[in-house]
Nanobody, 124 residues
């Protein structure tokens, strides 16, 4: 079983920054793809960003168009931790952010495991 615990959410003004963290345990962190999803009130959960397992050529990243250039996903395999650096936050970034893990998440966008979520609220 995998446990994913997010932290770092909170209230921030538009234009500000936050960094989310996701601590993973229960299986070897480095060999799985990881990702971030979010769900705004009244909306379906949506993909935000993903980072692949590390291979000989490094890790690959991909982002939703709505966050490209503003958000950066990264991973620290020595700490079994996933990060999401969020800059230039907008009101529409307000949502519950979920950490996710999956064997092939980078391509399928379908996680095997979810965290419990952390609230991010952007105010004007």
């Amino acid at each position: 079983q995998v446990q994913l615990v997010e932290s770092g959410g909170g209230l921030v003004q538009a234009g500000g920054s936050l960094r989310l963290s996701c601590a993973a345990s229960g299986r070897t962190f480095s060999i799985y793809d990881m990702g971030w999803f979010r769900q705004a009130p009244g909306k379906e959960r949506e993909f935000v960003a993903t980072i692949s397992r590390i291979t000989w050529s490094g890790s690959r990243t991909d982002y939703a168009d709505s966050v490209k250039g503003r958000f950066t996903i990264s991973r620290d395999n020595t700490k079994s931790t996933l990060y999401l650096q969020m800059n230039s936050l907008k009101l529409e970034d307000t949502a519950v952010y979920y950490c996710a893990s999956g064997d092939n998440l980078y391509y399928t966008r379908v996680p095997d495991f979810w965290g419990q979520g952390t609230q991010v609220t952007v105010s004007s």
